[in-house]
């Protein structure tokens, strides 16, 4: 039997759509547009910053109701109440671990390749009005106030501020409570179900609005600061941006190897988050977008709305990298000669002040002052060294960042076997061969 044209028409495959239409492809244009435009005409470029923050702002205004939904209705639906802190107990022990192990390695390197030897930077010569403001800001916090400082004012100012640690704490104790009301509660629930879709459907639509905004973030990076400014200190970023590759293919490919996935097709499942956050230099705009791939690759929606945020505050293995690699740079450009006991007194410190570092640009250079603080050895002035290139180290910090939560809540996941495998090796596979064939 001969079948219609028409027939055959209606049946053929569809065809695939052209690649530069793939968000991934025209974020990297972008990037590459900024950097042409920073370095063509610099003050058209540093005009192109409010690009780049409406676009974070855009993000940023909706990260604490993806939180809030996805883990309310999470909790909401779980049978067990103690399988939210064995997971939280579980998450926290991996994030200290990990992220004690890169303060370690960055350590390690640090007294290895001496990336500050050569600089014979007097401390005297250096103007510590530079670095005035972030040691303003970079304030010692007790354990009793990090406490207290995670409980809000009244609900809706957690909200308000966009604190994550705060709408965690609101979201779990929502969540909790309507579990407990059953079947009182459903209707509740329902409607929170629904709002979650319709929250990701705007994430969708706004991440289509991320090229204009790693195309705004680029150009004022490169036109402020320029490509000259990273001359003289090549030594430091080569050094940091090498280690933090290692730190990825080789201890966070090894972690994810045991927990059944290869690290680089999972980079490459990451691709359009990872241009954003080189762009912006923060981690926190592909929050939602992470959260919907993390889920898409068969994490269950409550562990992922738990394990992301959490790891946010807690999880900052970029950072971790740079505060101890970056406070030995300094010591060594000032000549300063520090003790064992002081190099560990760097990294027991630094435990402490990174965390809350990893989602905000610039947050990691004020947590580095503070460690610093602490050891009187090392001048505080010498952070003026890095202050001009912190943008483009930052760059490094928050994309490691945002791998170590990534591969955590894979982890956590076939940890609490709340991990579907055929779907992770379906997105995974899938992603690759979808590549091949374009």
């Known amino acids: 039997m001969q079948i219609p044209p028409a027939a055959t028409a209606r049946i053929s495959l569809p065809r695939k759509k052209p690649f530069y239409t793939g968000l991934s492809f025209q974020v990297l244009f972008g990037v590459v547009m900024a950097i042409v435009l920073g370095y063509v005409s610099p003050h058209t470029a540093v005009a192109m910053k409010p690009l780049g923050d409406a676009f974070i702002r855009l993000i940023t205004m909706i990260i604490t109701l993806v939180i809030f939904c996805t883990l309310v209705t999470g909790i909401a639906g779980m049978e067990d109440m103690k399988k939210v802190g064995r997971v939280g107990g579980k998450a926290l022990l991996y994030f200290e671990v990990v992220s004690t192990l890169a303060l370690l390695i960055g350590l390690v390197v640090g007294n290895l390749v001496h990336p500050g030897s050569g600089f014979n930077v007097n401390p005297a010569t250096l103007d510590p009005k530079a670095v005035a403001e972030y040691a303003g800001q970079a304030k010692a916090q007790s354990v009793t106030d990090f406490l207290i400082h995670i409980i ?136 939602p977008s992470l959260m919907a791939k993390l889920e898409k690759l068969g994490c269950s929606q409550t562990l992922v709305g738990l394990v992301v945020p959490t ?47 990893s989602g905000v640009q610039g947050a990691a250079f004020i947590a580095l002052v503070a460690t610093m603080g602490v050891i009187p050895a090392i001048p505080v002035a010498g952070m003026a060294l890095i202050l001009g290139i912190d943008r483009f180290l930052s760059m490094c910090r928050a994309i490691v960042n945002m791998i170590g939560n990534a591969v955590a809540t894979l982890v956590i996941a076939r940890w609490e076997n709340e991990l579907d495998e055929s779907a992770l090796r379906h997105h995974l596979a899938g992603e690759l061969a979808a590549d091949r064939s374009s």
Request: aromatic share 12%; glycine share 10%.
């Open 311 to 357: 790891g946010y505050t807690f999880n900052a293995d970029g950072t971790s990298l740079y505060m101890t690699l970056a406070a030995l740079f300094v010591a060594q450009a000032t000549n300063t000669h520090l003790t064992l006991f002081q190099q560990f007194t760097v990294l027991g410190v630094a435990l402490l002040t990174s965390k809350g570092a």
């Open 152 to 287: 809000p004012t009244t609900v809706f100012d957690a909200f308000a501020k966009g604190d994550i640690l705060q709408v965690l704490l609101v979201s779990l104790l929502f969540g909790f409570a309507l579990s407990l009301a059953g079947s009182r509660g459903k209707p509740l629930v329902d409607f929170l179900d629904t709002l979650t879709r319709i929250v990701f459907g705007v994430v969708a639509l706004l991440m289509r609005f991320a090229p204009l905004g790693a195309f705004g973030a680029m150009a004022f990076t490169i036109g402020k600061y320029g490509l000259a400014s990273l001359g003289p200190l090549a030594k430091l970023m080569a050094t940091l941006y090498i280690t933090a590759l290692f730190f990825v293919v080789v201890v966070l490919g090894g972690i994810a190897r045991v927990a059944g996935f290869g690290i680089l097709r999972f980079l490459w499942f990451l691709r359009e988050e990872l241009l954003v956050v080189l762009a912006t230099s923060s981690s926190e705009p592909v929050m």
